[in-house]
């Protein structure tokens, strides 16, 4: 099957690129978005992803604002042709590679439209291999490139209109492939004793003249076997970004430090020290203080229906609207959240989103079970 990628000199093994090297069921191809108001006034997100091997393309629009989640969700059955990033209303543009991309949500059902535009203000940065295996297979293998920007544009919703200022609404673009769990659960083989506890916390923060990212997995005993820290040049306008990649940009290798003062009752910060430190002696401190949360599974996370690469027919959409304050902070599908914040480290300010997911026990973070908040 060719597609038109196969006019690029891309190829990494003699098949056309529309075929996937991998057998594995749970391969998958992600673009992932925020963006959010500077004061925390609202959040929203954006997905779209194909999963080769399950032969679906799926998508989801969420916004919070005024305490409320208001969220997209479309699937189809995935198009031979791999740069065709349409749902039905749904379509993600590609304007330019590591440059502008589009996100228009025609008038539908749901009452959910949009025209909002990613402007890159950094270089990408890619992020270390993350793998993890339990005691048979490979759960996780994938690679994540980020790169900071802003937005523009409109979002309508409820009978109301958001507008997108460029200057107030920063964000990011999380480009990730490879293999996570994705589709229905696979129910054949011998049990597996176990499940693996997971904690990872992501904080990709905008300063005046630089963006920072600190990212780090641990497992139940607080054993940090994945972490991420780069720091990108921030620029004034897309001309100005000098490539795919930047000379300037400077990643650091250390264990992260973190006290996480958690809301009692839920797995979520109040507040937050986060400490990056590099293996050369550098090190920087962060304080955070969260204004808004977003809940992941309005981008498909945990979703109990609308789960990342389930099957729904040929072409399916729905919408959906909840009160925060009305959910149970610890039912499996609200524990993802994103957090936007208000950090500081000495003299400078900056606005970012902290990502919590915490998944089972925890000595570090204080949690005994699967499911219990914080004391």
Known sequence: MLSKFDDYPIHQ???PVFHTASSDRFVYDRYWYN???????????????RYPNLGILDCSFSLTIDDHHYAFHGSRRAPDEPTDLSVGPYELQILEPMGRHRLAIAPNETGIECDVVFLPRTSCIEEGRQTLRNERH??????????????????????????IDGQGTLGLKDRSWGIRPVGDTYAGGAPIADFQAVHFCWLPIHWDNECSLAGWFE????????????????????????????AAARVWHGKIGHEIEMISGTRRASSAFITMNDRSGGQMEIHLEPLLVHRMKGLGYQHPVWGHGKWHGELAIAGESCKDSELDPLALENLHIQQVVRATCEDRVGHGVLEQMHMGPSTSFGFADWFDGAK
């Open 35 to 49: 963006g959010h108001a500077k004061d925390g006034s609202f959040y929203f997100g954006i997905t779209v992803c």
């Open 219 to 246: 497992d139940d005993s607080g054993h940090q076997w994945h972490t991420d820290q780069a720091f990108l040049p921030l620029y004034a306008d897309i001309d100005s970004i000098p490539g795919t990649e930047d």
């Open 13 to 15: 093994t003699a098949e």
């Open 138 to 163: 490979v759960v996780m293998d994938a690679t994540r490139l980020d790169q900071f920007g802003c937005w523009t544009g409109w979002i309508r919703f409820d009978g109301r209109e958001l507008q």
